[in-house]
């Protein structure tokens, strides 16, 4: 399962201040984003998932990748999809016992890592934009 995460308003924002200066943005910020993604975003992601100590289960760190779609890019996990919501959120499991009740088996708490790792760097897109489109 793919998550969809956008980045603050602050970037459409600048983006939208830029194209009303008449300045060419597209094909340039499509590159610095693209450069980000790739050289900020996802080693971010690496390092913030879940670690485990086990080689099999280091497939979920390892499998972050880029995916453009139209203009968009969206950044997701190849190798365990599943796991981005249930890691991100937490989850149960729970069945009905004999008087159809339902029981906890399983809880796993929340360990949030993909909205800490994109407002890490958030800040960092920002910062280039405005360096690329000559910003302050």
Do not use: C
């Amino acid at each position: 399962m793919a998550m969809d995460i956008s980045f603050d308003s602050q970037v459409s924002e600048l983006l939208q201040n830029l194209q009303l200066l008449g300045v060419e943005i597209e094909k340039e910020t499509g590159e610095e984003i693209s450069a980000f993604i790739d050289d900020t975003l996802i080693p971010t992601l690496k390092n913030n998932s879940p670690a485990s100590p086990e080689e099999h289960k280091k497939k979920y760190r390892d499998g972050w990748v880029k995916k453009k779609s139209g203009k968009y890019y969206r950044v997701s996990n190849k190798n365990r999809p599943d796991l981005t919501y249930m890691l991100e959120h937490g989850f149960e499991r729970t069945y009905k016992n004999k008087s159809g009740k339902p029981t906890i088996i399983f809880s796993a708490q929340p360990r949030p890592h993909i909205r800490p790792a994109v407002e890490q760097t958030e800040k960092i897109l920002i910062n280039r934009l405005k360096n690329k489109l000559g910003g302050n």
